[in-house]
Structure formats: structure tokens, C-alpha cells
């Protein structure tokens, strides 16, 4: 029998009792029910808020376990060459480097794209022009040359 079944057992075996509402023993008795009855009721928030946090949990570990194939896709499984620091041109399509503008010294991301193709890009603290020369090292491993 779950918590508020049994609370609301007890409840009608004390109405059943026909007990004197007068005295001080029937008080006290249903002070103590009140009591038990605010407790399922705390007990109760508590386990809607456990499954709420739990539910949220998932999804983290979710997006977590999301983030960590990203981030693993360097290289297949049998390349031994990679590490945390990989630097292969395959890590991802995403890829971003970050830039240091020479007139006012900010430090900025841009893409991969914007870097390999079209080569510059505007400041976003100072709007200065800037060319971009960033040379891109492959990974030299053997098991690396032959995925490409």
C-alpha cells in the first residue's frame, strides 16, 4: 500500500472511532495525522522534483554523450597517431582558428572556411581589414594517408 493510501486508511479508522472532539487525546491524535498528511505531501514534491531532475539529467548526458562522438571523430579507432591534441585536417567540418589581430591585438575565431577560401576577414573589435596566411599541418602518419 503506497504512503497516501495508508494516510488515508488511518484517516477513516479515526473518523470510524467516533472519537470526542473535545478531548485532548482526539486532538492530539489528528494534529498527528495533519502532520503525516503534510509530510506525503513533502515527500511527494520531492519525488516530482527527483523525476523532473532526472528527466533533465538524461537529456545532459544526452547532449554529453552528443559532444563526446564529436569530438572522437578525429580519426577512426585504429589510427594510433591521434591523441587529445590531434591536429588532422579531418577532425571536422567545423573547424575553427583562432586569430590575432595585429592592430588591436583582440583574439577572434573564424571558420574554416572563411580561412581557407576566401582567405581575410574584418575585425570585429577595430573593423580593420586583414588577410589571412594560416598554414594548416596534416597528420603524416601512415594510418592517416590511407583514409585519404
Not at 505531501?41 to 563526446?68: H, K, N, P, R, S
Not at 594510433?80 to 579531418?90: G, I, V
Amino acid at each position: 500500500m503506497e504512503t497516501i493510501e495508508s494516510l488515508g486508511y488511518l484517516k477513516g479508522l479515526l473518523d470510524g472511532l467516533d472519537l470526542d472532539e473535545s478531548k485532548k487525546e482526539t486532538k492530539a491524535i489528528k494534529a498527528i495525522v495533519d502532520v503525516l498528511n503534510n509530510i506525503v505531501e513533502d515527500i511527494d514534491d520531492v519525488t516530482e522534483g527527483m523525476e523532473l531532475l532526472a528527466e533533465q539529467i538524461d537529456a545532459v548526458d544526452e547532449d554529453l554523450e552528443a559532444v563526446e562522438d564529436y569530438l572522437s571523430d578525429c580519426c577512426d579507432d585504429d589510427c594510433d597517431c591521434c591523441d587529445d591534441d590531434c591536429d588532422c585536417d579531418d577532425f571536422d567540418d567545423m573547424a575553427v582558428f583562432g586569430i590575432e589581430c595585429p592592430y588591436c591585438g583582440i583574439e577572434f575565431d573564424v571558420d574554416e572556411d572563411t580561412v581557407l577560401n576566401e582567405g581575410e576577414v574584418d575585425c570585429p573589435n577595430c573593423g580593420e581589414h586583414l588577410e589571412l596566411e594560416v598554414e594548416v599541418e596534416e597528420c603524416e602518419c601512415d594510418d592517416c594517408e590511407e583514409q585519404d
